[in-house]
């Protein structure tokens, strides 16, 4: 009986030792998919409760560092498409094909803070974090609605070129998916407020809905992924400026 007691603390201290980097690794090491297909619904509310939705379909691999996305409704958005590809070694491209114009516009890393089809995520929030280039402090763990969370809090340095100050993120102990963030803006007040939720899909836990409050505008964004597919032989080919202008069947 002792003995087991003391292997239980063993184990609590042990865990309790983990760094913030050391959790951010675990995180990003967490098993994703190879590709995936989603069907997307965005719903933009503004302070006065007025919606706006937008549906789109969004393929990606290699956990997300390459994706493109096409707009199907409403009709004024229907053929403006996205695409963004990651790199380790350089800047990231980013792609917006805008049919009424006939016109691929380039999104500049130093344009990555701006808002994404004028909802509360900005181009920075569809990108990775790269581990080097933040720093991790964490924080004491927290339960959120039920589940048990580790909390850090994450820094970017100047090599992340941020439109943010830091962040603070709630992980799930159990299945490593960040279920709550909050972001502050270079002066170190709130900005965003933001909730996701996941499910599994095959092996994965894979994002079935983002909620993003901007606490200054007033203004929310729900982001929610249905008809999830994931490892169906996404082409990697298919992320290419050409089939921008492709919309899909």
Known sequence: ????????????????SQTGREIAVMVDE??????????TTMVLTNSKGKSRTN???????????KQITW?????????????????????????MWLPDFKKIRRISSKRKGDSFMASDLSYEDLTSRELDKHEYERKEDETIDGVECYVIEVIPTAKAESSYLKHKSWINKST?????????DKRGELIKRKKFSHKKVKQYYVMSQIFVENVQKKHTTKVTFDKVEV???VKPTLFQEKNLKRLPR
Do not use: T
């Open 231 to 233: 490892d169906v032989g």
């Open 1 to 16: 009986m002792k003995q087991s007691f003391l292997l239980l603390v063993i184990f609590i201290a042990a865990g309790f």
């Open 71 to 95: 707009f199907l409704e409403p009709k004024d958005d229907k053929g403006v498409a996205f695409l963004k590809i990651e790199y380790s070694d350089r800047d990231d491209e980013m792609r």
């Open 176 to 184: 490593l998916n960040v279920v709550k963030e909050e972001s502050f």
């Open 55 to 65: 549906k789109m379909l969004s393929k990606s691999v290699d956990g997300s560092e």
């Open 30 to 39: 967490s098993p994703s998919p190879k590709d995936m297909s989603n069907e």
